[in-house]
Nanobody
Framework: QVQLVESGGGLVQPGGSLRLSCAAS????????MGWYRQAPGNERELVAS???????DYDDSVKGRFTISRDNAKNEVYLQMNSLKPEDTAVYFC???????????????WGQGTQVTVSS
């Protein structure tokens, strides 16, 4: 059973920084893509950033130049360094994993439970 657990959310002032972490647990051979989505109240869940096992990245335009996604493939962990945070970044951030290869099968999609990020003065 593979699970994703996020950490690192919290309250920060505009212009500040946070680093989110997500760890995938279980017997895992590989994960094709890991990333972060966010959902603000009243909005749909949207992609923030993702990174493939080969290092290809995808960022939402609103976070380019401010956020950096990184992965430790050996540890099955993904991180999101968030700098120059804005109030518009306030949302619940969800860890995402796609194409999870285990000893039993391939999981198409997994979600973490989410961690709250609040950017406010």
């Amino acid at each position: 059973q593979v699970q994703l657990v996020e950490s690192g959310g919290g309250l920060v002032q505009p212009g500040g920084s946070l680093r989110l972490s997500c760890a995938a647990s279980g017997t895992i051979f590989s994960i094709q893509s890991m990333g972060w989505y966010r959902q603000a109240p009243g909005n749909e869940r949207e992609l923030v950033a993702s990174r493939t096992i080969g290092g290809l990245t995808d960022y939402d335009d609103s976070v380019k130049g401010r956020f950096t996604i990184s992965r430790d493939n050996a540890k099955n962990e993904v991180y999101l360094q968030m700098n120059s945070l804005k109030p518009e970044d306030t949302a619940v951030y969800f860890c995402n994993a796609e194409g999870i290869v285990t000893e039993e099968d391939v999981e198409d999609l997994l979600w973490g439970q989410g961690t709250q990020v609040t950017v406010s003065s």
